[in-house]
């Protein structure tokens, strides 16, 4: 089961795997990048979900004698069919007021998150002792997936009440989960040792806790499960695409062309997942580095970073007629075009790729709203794209570009805008390493621009283009 920065390369993001990452943002997980630390190698283990169990029986999201959990249902995808059972929702709890099950489980989580570690490895070697069959699903490496792991428990329980959001990542990631080959039945397994992995380190474990637990995995795996199932019958798991060209522009950033060998629907400012040859059930995120085509071709931009897998493979190794495999598109850093209202755009390094795709889809759509771009680097030499995005701007007179130059080892590319301004008619949007995208958030809200109108992928999953 998998997992998403901003998406351009290897650094990124958005990618990687979770059972849910809410957004801060009206964005999603940031893809691009391979850093390792950020990306999702497989699949993001979740319990499962099904029909509450007969009196006595074992519960089939975590395999607990007499445990019961009406699965919660969620909004579907457009056009999905309905599920075949009776949803149970309980009531809401008074705004601002956390649910029971979200408090047992947010203490649940404060008490395990000192012996996090250990709670992690007990849990994946129950996992794969008990259930071997489910260990192909995973990397021979397994250090940042469990890193990734105990990230979505975190997120989990500090999300537990935020249905809106809860349900649109999980739909999300239970459609990218497919690639993964993850099945319904792969749930119950997961969830069993999830539990049982609990309860050996939890300080209180009681049948409220129990049932509480098994209460919000039930409603998360159910929301995948069905989400997956409906895009099975519009999409394939993943697609094949064909390298056609590899322009390296830098010692370390590339260019890359793919044509998919089937129809890749898309819009600017997702991203996507990337597996090589090269490196099996490894996948990191990419943004798109251009709006839908005529052609139907995809273009990536991926900068190689230290101990980068995919990255260094795709930069180093990747040649005109390999095929790579790509998982389906994600993100909503997309371009509301109900709206006159400005687009202010940072990117840094190859978080520029989708900031690229977003003005093409402004000029596209034949829209006249002004759109400010600021692209930053640590050198001239690494504006790779710079000729681009000025070619661009001579087509579009609605488009200003500003180069941003900062040596320091961690520029500070949202100092730049306020120098420019006002803001506040305009829609910001960010795709970067994460350290730009924390102090780009705080720059935009003091300029004056809502958080709501400020997008980018998730910083928890953050690996961003290129970094």
């Not at 499962?48 to 995808?77: C, D, I, M, W």
């Not at 060209?245 to 898309?266: G, I």
């Not at 795709?357 to 002004?370: F, K, T």
């Not at 504006?383 to 080892?409: C, E, F, G, K, N």
Request: net charge negative.
């Amino acid at each position: 089961m998998d997992a998403p920065t901003t998406t351009s390369g290897e650094n990124g993001i958005a990618g990687g795997g979770g059972w849910f990452t809410p957004r801060t943002t009206p964005a999603d997980l940031p893809p691009d990048g391979d850093q390792e630390t950020a990306e999702g190698h497989g699949p993001t283990v979740i319990p499962p979900a099904g029909r509450p169990p007969a009196a006595g029986a074992a519960h089939p999201a975590t395999g607990v004698p007499g445990a019961s959990a009406p699965p919660l249902a969620g909004p579907l995808p457009p056009g999905a069919p309905a599920p075949q059972r009776v949803p149970v929702q309980r009531a809401a709890p008074p705004s601002g007021e956390a649910s029971p099950d979200a408090l047992v489980i947010r203490r649940t989580m404060a008490e395990i998150a000192p012996v996090a570690d250990k709670v992690t490895s007990y849990f994946y070697a129950l996992l794969f002792i008990r259930h071997p069959e489910v260990r192909p699903l995973f990397p021979a490496a397994m250090d940042v997936q469990r890193e990734r792991l105990l990230r979505a428990l975190l997120t989990a329980a500090e999300h537990i009440d935020d249905t809106p959001v809860l349900v649109d990542y999980l739909q999300n990631l239970g459609r990218g989960h497919r690639k993964y080959g993850t099945r319904p039945e792969h749930y119950p397994a997961v969830g069993e040792c999830l539990i049982g992995a609990l309860s050996q380190y939890a300080a209180v474990w009681n049948p409220e806790t129990e049932a509480a637990w098994v209460r919000a995995y039930t409603t998360i795996s159910q929301v995948m499960i069905d989400a997956a199932a409906a895009d099975g019958l519009r999409s394939p798991a993943w697609w094949h695409a064909e390298v056609v060209t590899h322009d390296l522009r830098t010692s370390d950033v590339a260019v890359l062309t793919v044509r998919p060998d089937q129809p890749y629907p898309f819009l600017a400012g997702q991203y996507t997942s990337v597996e090589t040859p090269w490196w099996p059930r490894v996948w990191r995120h990419y943004s798109f580095a251009s709006a839908p085509r005529s052609d139907g071709l995809l273009t990536f931009h991926v900068k190689a970073v230290p101990a980068g897998w995919v990255s260094n493979a795709l930069v180093h190794r990747a040649r005109p007629g390999d095929v790579i495999r790509l998982g389906p598109p994600t993100g909503s850093m997309t371009v509301d075009h109900t709206t006159a209202d400005g687009l202010l755009c940072l990117g840094g390094g190859t978080g520029i790729a989708p900031i690229k795709a977003l003005v093409e889809d402004v000029a596209e759509h034949g829209e006249r709203r002004p759109v400010e771009v600021f692209y930053g680097a640590r050198s001239d030499h690494d504006l790779y794209d710079i000729d681009t995005m000025l070619r661009l701007r001579q087509s579009h007179p609605w488009l200003s570009v500003h180069a941003v130059v900062d040596q320091r080892p961690h520029p500070q590319l949202p100092d730049a805008i306020r120098e420019y301004g006002p803001w506040n008619e305009y829609d910001a949007y960010l795709s970067g390493p994460p350290g730009m995208i924390r102090s780009g958030v705080d720059a935009l809200r003091h300029s004056g621009i809502p958080s709501d109108r400020i997008r980018h992928d998730s910083v928890d999953e953050l690996v961003v283009v290129g970094y």
